[in-house]
């Protein structure tokens, strides 16, 4: 990992935030909204257009382990070649546009909790699979795996760091992404939005001086890398348009660091 310091200059970008309600467990029905949602989006002139987790199946994962219907999110998740996201590749190239698209991914007989950059030639940009999990962990679970790294990635506008909903409250994870010169991330979630929930993405964001938004069938909150709330709307299935201006500079928080006396941080005892 690097110290913080930009691969490149980046540049700010108009981002589509859509707050989609899912319906649970209709694939067809959720992808018809989330492309017409990604139409009405070009309206605001977006870049980048995003949406909330496990957007696709409608976050069926508590469903799934709390009434037994495992095998069944195993064989609705869709692997990153499928037809589905081949629709959001076809949208993306069409009109030129970036896409963070969310599912429940499929890779084999495992599934995970994935965000999928997709660029305006519909190609891949980046993937993150979901590292933490605030239901705990269940090797059992093969529905519902969890990414086996941290790691930002390259966009036109800049380095781009993802983290899933719970991962924001592990502190670790977005100081990686910053290590790994980010300069901005997207917090694609779906459980709560209220209550502790902004002075966390506030800390996020200040701790690492990276601009942070939060996208979530039911806000959208944006904190740029002072910890200033620039952004917030608490309403659901609207698109909110905002501007993020990644971190051009280095961090200086992040180069007075450490490292040698972190190591309590990642033992396993």
Known sequence: MTSGQPQ???????????SILPEKWNKEEN???MLSFMERSLRCGADVIAVPE??????VVMEAIEANRGTELLNIAEPED?????????????????ALVCFCERERNE????????GR?????????????NEGYNADHRFNCTGAEIRAFDTEFGRAGVMIC?????????RCLALDGAQFILNPSYGVYKG?????LVARAHENQIPVVFVHPNKTLAVNEKGDITFCREETDVISRLTVTPRTSSSLLLSLRRPQLYGRITSLT
């Open 121 to 133: 030639n519909g190609e891949t940009v980046g993937k993150y699979r979901k590292t933490h999990l």
């Open 166 to 174: 719970f991962d924001r409250r592990v502190p670790e994870v977005a």
């Open 82 to 98: 499928g037809e589905m996201i081949a629709r959001f590749r076809g949208f993306c190239q069409k009109h030129r546009v970036h």
């Open 196 to 200: 502790w929930n902004d002075s966390v």
């Open 111 to 118: 599934a995970f909790n994935t965000a999928l950059w997709i």
């Open 31 to 33: 992808a018809r909204k």
């Open 8 to 18: 490149r200059a980046g540049r700010p970008f108009v981002l589509a935030s859509c």
């Open 54 to 59: 496990g957007c696709l199946e409608g976050y």
